[in-house]
């Protein structure tokens, strides 16, 4: 916010920092919509410009976009024989017409599954 109010452009600051125009004209654009300028309040902490800056950034946790498939359920699905990811993904999809699309659907599963190997088994005597 200083270099641009010393006549820098997004450009020449995006340069300096090896960032992308569209990045530093998106960070301006969410401190003027906090209400923001130059200089900043002394008594304003790290956290607190975080939170004034992407409080409405992305989802909150807890929340989904989209309706989430049971994972543990689809992947024993898959085990049986004829099923494969287009089927349960047609079938997740007829409910939910708004949910996950093919790509993500599977990148999603990756996901779930890759958390799972992360996971300590215990073995059983």
């Known amino acids: 916010m200083r270099l641009v109010r010393d006549g820098v452009s ?4 995006g340069r300096m920092l090896g960032v992308a125009r569209s990045t530093i004209q998106d ?7 906090a209400g923001l300028a130059w200089p900043l309040p002394g008594d304003l902490t790290d ?9 409405r950034a992305g989802v909150q ?4 976009r989209r309706p989430e498939p ?9 085990k ?3 099923v ?3 089927v349960l993904w047609e079938e997740y999809r007829e409910p939910h017409p708004a949910g996950y699309g093919y790509s ?22």
């Open 47 to 55: 956290d607190v410009l975080e939170d004034r800056l992407f409080a």
């Open 10 to 13: 997004a450009r020449e600051i």
């Open 84 to 86: 494969n990811l287009m």
């Open 104 to 125: 993500r659907y599977v990148a999603a599963l990756v996901m779930w599954r890759r958390r799972g190997e992360d996971r300590l088994s215990i073995g059983r005597q």
């Open 70 to 78: 049971d994972w543990s359920a689809l992947a024993c699905e898959l």
């Open 61 to 64: 946790r807890g929340l989904r």
């Open 80 to 82: 049986r024989p004829g």
């Open 27 to 33: 960070n301006l654009k969410r401190a003027e919509a």
